[in-house]
């Protein structure tokens, strides 16, 4: 049985972003595996032209390939470009009303009658059969659809963002208190809620969310793409590795937490690393980095081979202190069986076992510099940590077999209906 999903987002899904990633990864595989889906997202682009006619487009996926589609000339004419300014002097007001960063305050998002247009248009024109959404924000809009088509909605929840929203530095309790209630709405509201890890789902227990409504579909990987078999000698060549230790650090590098973790690096580990094996090296991977002058530290900017420049590297070290969900960057590292140091916070969900699968800490102290002393000078040790990681993320975090229980899901609400 074929079922037809449409994934809605208030992201653009042509940003570099970890929760797009997820995105594009579990519609490209749900599409292999008994689904047709078709992504409704938000456009970033910002010019004259696009207040008056909007460039958004809608993604087909069909075995794993997506296609773009445009939206008939009425969607886009002047309202969409008109609501999506609106949205954003409203949610800039409310960020300093408030004292929380422009970039985590996404409130107005929630308010947006042309995401309810552009759902209502696919959910019609692609005879759609279920409806899920990310995000807290983009609950409410699609729960309207829902109701209007008499179909089922899946409410996919990257992390708990109350939770994590309550671990950032910029952000007001109040704001965050906001969100936990939205979010407690839209999972009741909701006919399913995918997590993406044994905690969060702890945690929506914990705010009376029943326990059979919420199922784990954990973040994952491509294994075949991200592998011990990827060569890293090309960029170590490139930026002159070779015989070098060399740590990885990668992601959205102007993300608050990324940009503490890498702080905490140079300023804390990296010198002390550096007094006793002046020979090794830091890359840091990945879009908007700051301007970064220090020795023996490589700012690559965003990279298309991704899986290389994890493979050039022997140790990576992942010191967040904030943030939430799973992270998505640890699933890469161990994928391609390297030997990670992290944080309980960057470890946090993955079920990893200390000293097995990672070596962690609680905090990026002095304990954490001795982890990654330790795996320098022991090569035994990293091929042991980074074995073991790849094989948990082949029983445990592999998209192929995580995308069929979501369709499982889809199929079981789709015929509850029909029934």
């Known amino acids: 049985m074929m079922v037809n999903v449409c994934i809605c987002t208030d992201l ?10 997820r995105i594009i990864k579990f519609a490209t595989h749900i599409s292999k595996n008994g689904a047709k889906v078709f992504l409704v997202d938000r456009s970033i682009k910002k010019s004259l032209s696009s207040l008056l006619l909007d460039g958004d487009e809608y993604y087909r996926v069909e075995n794993g390939i997506l296609k773009k589609h445009v939206y008939p000339f009425y969607l886009r004419f002047l309202f969409p470009g008109l609501i999506k300014l609106l949205q954003e002097i409203l949610n800039k007001g409310l960020s300093v009303l408030i004292r929380t960063h422009v970039s985590e305050t996404t409130l107005f998002y929630a ?6 247009a552009k759902l209502l ?3 019609k024109k692609e005879s759609v059969d279920l409806i899920q959404c990310e995000f807290p924000t983009t609950i409410f809009p699609s729960f309207l659809v829902k109701s209007l088509f008499s179909i089922p909605l899946v409410y996919d929840a990257h992390n708990v963002e109350s939770e994590r929203l309550r671990s950032m530095k910029e952000v007001s309790k109040l704001y965050a208190a906001f969100v936990a209630q939205m979010e407690i709405l839209g999972a009741r509201i909701s006919d399913k809620v995918f997590v993406v890890s044994e905690k969060d789902k702890e945690q929506l227990i914990a ?5 059979n409504k919420i199922k784990v579909i954990p973040n994952s990987v491509e294994i075949d793409k991200f592998s011990p078999a990827v060569d890293g000698m090309t960029v170590r060549n490139k930026y002159g590795l070779n015989g070098k230790m060399v740590f990885i650090l990668h992601g959205s590098l102007s993300y608050q937490p990324n940009k503490e973790a890498i702080a905490i690096l140079l300023n804390d580990i990296m010198p002390v690393i550096l007094k006793k094996y002046p020979n090794c090296h830091l890359l840091l991977v ?11 530290v490589l700012v690559t900017g965003f990279v298309e081979n991704l899986p290389e420049y994890i493979a050039a590297a022997d140790i990576a070290l992942v010191p967040l202190l904030r943030g939430g969900g799973t992270k998505i960057k640890m699933l890469e590292y161990m994928a391609c069986g390297k030997a990670i140091v992290s944080t309980i916070k960057a470890a946090e969900g993955l079920n990893l076992e200390n000293e097995r699968d990672a070596l962690i800490c609680k905090y990026p102290n ?17 091929k042991r940590i980074g074995e073991n990681a790849r094989t948990k993320v082949e029983s ?5 077999k995580n995308s069929k229980k979501a369709v499982d899901v889809y199929h079981s609400l789709v015929c509850l209906r029909i029934a």
């Open 12 to 21: 653009s899904l042509e940003t570099y972003h970890g929760g797009v990633d």
């Open 111 to 116: 308010i947006d009658p042309y995401l309810v």
């Open 121 to 123: 248009f696919v959910c």
């Open 207 to 211: 705010l009376n969310i029943p326990c």
């Open 286 to 296: 990945g879009k908007d980095p700051s301007e970064i002058s220090k020795p023996n």
């Open 366 to 382: 002095a304990e954490f510099t001795g982890l990654v002393l330790r795996a320098i000078e022991d090569s035994n040790l990293r």
């Open 396 to 400: 445990f975090y592999d998209w192929e």
